[in-house]
């Protein structure tokens, strides 16, 4: 199968090739296999990864950078646990690295104790191989992104047209400066044991949050060096995990600076309050260029053959 699917490949006949090893459910691949087996498509990135239906029969494998890449082997969130639901079910990105999905159920357990909630309501994570999105999200491409509903999850019996109409609550006032009266306690131990886990490289919340978090919070505060502010992020926060250990083809984000990030939270919420005049633009500057659609050769070469399998 691999040899006739290496000639089809010299072939140019990418259609094939993106059949081949189809039937062999199951199969576990080592980094070598990314070597070769490669078919270079045309068109729109997200195109591609949006069509695909399940993960890819790989080892799972983080490739590239969390807003260009894709998934190897990517693990499906089951669509109902114990102590959470995924939602949103007709979007098809309840997938992500096992490591995710291993995180997801750990945290939802510890939400599970907090008062008001039963676990938690989860979001998107990634499509079933990753890459770019047919809509929404720029990152969230290798499986280690994972957005969850700052709602309770008080009824873990909703039906799959409940996910689909229900909606998070926003907890901002004041465009984000400021939490709203949808805030409680449970939502700072939520994020308290969310960045706990060292699993996590930063969580993304609105800039109003880390600051009330920042001042109410009186014993250890090392965890909310991994709170960091962001535009939007009122209905759910965004859990980035780290690359997994022995995936060398993933790529960190840059380290955070040390402490606790709380000066550089009321920073932002200042600049909401206070909004800084706009600087002058330059006449002779060249204009700002549109952001392009990413196409397969934006992606690690690798991409390739997770497509293809």
């Known amino acids: 199968m691999r040899h006739t699917t290496k000639i089809v490949a010299l072939l140019g006949l990418s259609l094939l090739a993106a059949c081949g090893g189809r039937d062999r459910p199951g199969t576990r691949l080592s980094s070598q296999d990314f070597a070769g087996d490669i078919v270079t ?7 591609l990864f949006g069509a695909e239906r399940s993960g890819s029969p790989q080892s799972p494998q983080p490739l590239g950078f969390y807003s260009k890449g894709c998934l190897a082997g990517g693990a499906e969130l089951a669509e109902t646990g114990p102590t959470w639901q995924a939602m949103r079910l007709s979007r098809n990105r309840n997938w992500g690295h096992p490591d995710t999905i291993a995180y997801l159920q750990r945290l939802s357990r510890k939400a599970a104790a907090l008062p008001g909630w039963n676990g938690l309501y989860v979001g ?13 999200h720029a990152s969230h ?7 969850i509903w700052l709602r309770p999850a008080d009824n873990l019996n909703l039906s799959r047209q409940d996910r689909e109409n229900i909606s998070s609550i926003s907890l901002r006032r004041a465009n984000g400066a400021y939490t709203n009266g ?39 505060r090392s965890w909310l060096n991994k709170i960091r502010p962001w535009y939007g992020h009122h209905y759910h926060f965004h859990v980035r995990l780290k690359c997994p250990r022995g995936t060398p083809n993933c790529e960190d984000q840059a380290t955070q600076p040390a402490g606790d990030g709380c000066a550089d939270a009321q920073d932002w919420v200042n600049n909401i309050l206070n909004p800084p005049p706009p600087k002058p633009r330059d006449p002779n500057a060249p204009p700002p260029k549109k952001k392009r659609e990413l196409t397969m050769a934006d992606l690690p070469r690798q991409c390739n053959a997770v497509l293809s399998r």
């Not at 498509?41 to 195109?47: P, V, W």
């Not at 969310?194 to 800039?207: L, N, T």
């Open 124 to 136: 998107d994570i990634s499509q079933p191989r990753g890459g770019p999105m047919l809509t929404g």
């Open 41 to 47: 498509r045309s068109g729109l990135a997200k195109q």
């Open 141 to 147: 491409q290798i499986g280690l992104d994972a957005d």
């Open 182 to 220: 949808n805030w409680t306690r449970a939502h700072h131990e939520l994020l308290k044991a969310a960045a706990s886990d060292p699993a996590v490289a930063r969580i993304f919340i609105f800039p109003g949050a880390k600051v009330k978090m920042c001042n109410d919070e009186k014993g250890d």
